[in-house]
């Protein structure tokens, strides 16, 4: 066997391998697979020969990775997670290719998942893939080939394409504000403030850009957008929220602006793209498209 061949095991045995490491049982890895006990210890006892190593530690009772097996079962996923991935490309789209899209949760339903169908419509040929992500993460371990992201344009190794800014504005229900009183931006400070978990610095932004010392208080943490909108609306106390993702409830009146001038956030938004996936073709088509459904709504871009 030369070299090249020696370092490719059949993929049977990695298969067996790899549910091994993450159930901890050649038991629970035969069920799985639909193999006998047997079989699994087999294509474990092939590449233990091939590469020389031992890649479990065995007990009477217990089965758990060395510290070689442990390095390369993390290669393993990675790889096996690639080529499924590869395989439902090709069964699903065998022209235009996948795109696996992380979105930011409340953007993603609230904004961008009412156009998608219209770039369905134009790129039939593409399958695009949903993952909620909330901050950073790595590209490649996460097998992901761009992603809408809130914040700064500084993300490594990564080209950032600004979206959209941002203006944010402190609501609450009708009702709320009506049994409070409250008639100017300083008496927010004395209101039950709800905070955001990944903004924890935006209610102080906001008073520091009215003129105001920020109160000191705790209050309620929330963290997703969609849960802050329905404490804010079931009269829990005043939320300092992104006008693009509670449209319809400032139109529906369910919410309404409290006292106080609305400010721009010193984040925004961006299609970020890892540099190895900058020439992917359904990548590319996705970032023209959607840099278009930004330029059709000129109110975004006057934030």
């Keep these: 066997m030369n070299v090249q061949r020696r370092l490719l095991p059949n993929t049977a045995a990695l298969a067996a391998f790899e549910a091994v ?5 050649f038991t629970a890895a ?12 087999r294509q474990i006892g092939l590449l233990e020969e091939q590469f020389g190593r031992r890649l479990f530690e065995r ?8 510290a070689a097996g442990e390095i390369y079962a993390e290669a393993v996923r990675s790889a096996l997670g690639q ?8 069964m699903s789209n065998r022209h235009g290719g996948v795109l696996n899209l992380a979105i930011l949760p409340t953007f993603g339903t609230r904004w961008l998942m009412p156009l998608i169908p219209d770039f369905v419509a134009r790129h039939p040929d593409i399958t695009i893939n949903f993952a909620t992500r909330i901050g950073r993460f790595d590209f490649a371990r ?7 992201h809130h914040g700064m344009p500084d993300w490594p ?6 979206l959209m800014r941002e203006t944010v504005m402190p609501v609450a229900s009708p009702e709320f504000l009506a049994s409070r009183g409250i008639v100017t931006a300083a008496e927010i400070s004395r209101l039950p403030l709800l905070h955001m978990a990944t903004r924890p610095g935006a209610w102080s932004e906001w008073f520091e850009h009215q003129g105001f010392e920020a109160p000191t208080g705790p209050g309620m943490q ?4 969609g849960t802050v909108a329905q404490a804010c609306m079931a009269g829990l106390g005043v939320a300092l929220l992104p006008e693009i993702l509670i449209a319809g409830e400032l139109q529906r009146g369910q919410l309404v602006p409290a006292p106080g001038q609305p400010m721009q956030s010193r984040s925004a938004y961006y299609l970020v793209v890892p540099h190895d996936k900058h020439g992917h073709p359904p990548v590319a088509s996705f970032r023209d498209w959607l840099l278009d459904q930004v330029e059709k709504e000129p109110a975004f871009l006057a934030w």
């Design 21 to 25: 490491a993450r159930l901890g049982s």
């Design 30 to 41: 035969a069920r799985e697979l639909n193999l006998t006990q047997g079989a699994i210890s």
């Design 59 to 66: 007990d009477s009772r217990n089965v758990r990775l060395s």
């Design 83 to 90: 080529l499924r991935d590869a395989a439902l490309g090709l």
């Design 142 to 148: 996460e097998r992901l080939d761009a992603a809408i």
């Design 157 to 162: 190794e990564a080209d950032c394409t600004l």
């Design 222 to 225: 929330f963290e997703q957008f």
